[in-house]
């Protein structure tokens, strides 16, 4: 059974860094990885993915200023988040897809991705 366990989160002021990390279980060799973000009364929206070829897709929100790395010897991704703002701030979810979805489909759209974390709250204050 697959399984996706992240940490990092946490609370920082404006202009503060943070990385996350989720490490997939149960499965190896994952299409693309990625990390998706739900604010309160938001829609869930991608943050940014890799590939297993290392290839990289960011939401224009989030260029600059975060990092999208992974260790495929330990099937882990890991989210580098410098220069956060409050708009930042939202519940992070790392999203895995074993199926090949997101070499045909968008990254940014949750149905491309078959497995999700459970979450890490991210806060940042002004």
């Known amino acids: 059974q697959v399984q996706l366990e992240e940490s990092g989160g946490g609370s920082v002021q404006s202009g503060g860094s943070l990385r996350l990390s989720c490490a997939a279980s149960?499965?190896?060799?994952?299409?693309?990885m990625g990390w998706f973000r739900q604010a309160p009364g938001k829609e869930r929206e991608g943050v940014a993915f890799i590939y297993a070829t290392g290839s990289i897709n960011y939401a224009d929100s989030v260029k600059g200023r975060f990092t999208i790395s992974q260790n495929n010897a330990k099937n882990t991704v890991y989210l580098q988040m410098n220069d956060l703002t409050p708009e930042d701030t939202g519940m992070y979810y790392c999203?895995?897809?074993?199926?090949?979805?997101?070499?045909?489909?968008?990254?940014?759209?949750?149905?491309?991705?078959?497995?999700w974390g459970q979450g890490t709250q991210v806060t940042v204050s002004s």
């Open positions: 149960g499965h190896t060799y994952p299409a693309c």
């Open positions: 999203a895995a897809d074993f199926a090949g979805t997101t070499l045909h489909l968008d990254p940014h759209r949750r149905g491309s991705f078959d497995y």
